[in-house]
T-cell receptor, first 114, second 116 residues
């Protein structure tokens, strides 16, 4: 049973370009969370999605950031017109159901904006 | 809003010795979960140990144990017989249990170095 798969592991974008980060949850998991980790910081919650629905996006910046989790395929975190401050590690976690179940993390995508 | 505080940015320990990492949190909830995650240089977040707030008994996983003081809102991690492979960033995290899809709230982490 493969774990949570994120790709790419490393992504370099120039200022103003778009970044697309992908997350395939573990088999049987229908809940996905995205977190951002700035240098020397802990992970900060961004958004929580179920299949085809955004449930909680309270941690997501209001502009340039969007997320989706379509019926088929991976969850996508999209950052438009990237700026240097977007440079961070972005982690995805998935869980089988809500409540008292463990969330499993992917290895993250390191985004560098140059 | 809930917060998690790790007051030790860095800690060091010698192989085979014991080290304790501190964590305090703030919440008005009575039922919640607390976690310790390990993040080695590979960046993979690895769950080390989990504690349910309604359980008074401290959780233990092999060489890892916690000291959970609910009244003091303290949740420290003790690593016994430290090994070189324990060197990593350690994050304390909190999660409500009563809200569907509630995210984890992390502290800023403690970098643990292990010397031989």
């Amino acid at each position: 049973n493969a774990g949570v798969m994120q790709n790419p592991r490393h992504l370099v974008r120039r200022r103003g370009q778009e970044a697309r980060l992908r997350c395939s949850p573990m088999k049987g998991h229908s809940h996905v969370y995205w977190y951002r980790q700035l240098p020397e910081e802990g992970l900060k919650f961004m958004v929580y999605l179920q299949k085809e629905n955004i449930i909680d996006e309270s941690g997501m910046p209001k502009e340039r950031f969007s997320a989706e989790f379509p019926k088929e395929g991976p969850s996508i975190l999209r950052i438009q017109q990237v700026v240097r401050g977007d440079s961070a590690a972005y982690f995805c976690a998935s869980s089988r159901s809500t409540g008292n179940t463990e969330a499993f993390f992917g290895q993250g995508t390191r985004l560098t904006v140059v | 809003a809930q917060t998690v505080t790790q007051s030790q940015p860095e800690m060091s320990v010698q192989e085979a010795e014991t080290v304790t990492l501190s964590c305090t949190y703030d919440t008005s909830e009575s039922d919640y979960y607390l976690f310790w995650y390990k993040q080695p240089p590979s960046r993979q977040m690895i769950l080390v140990i989990r504690q349910e707030a309604y359980k008074q008994q401290n959780a233990t996983e092999n060489r890892f144990s916690v000291n959970f003081q609910k009244a003091a809102k303290s949740f420290s991690l003790k690593i016994s017989d430290s090994q070189l492979g324990d060197a990593a960033m350690y994050f304390c995290a909190y999660r409500n249990t009563n809200q569907a899809g509630t995210a984890l709230i992390f502290g800023k982490g403690t970098t643990l170095s292990v010397s031989s």
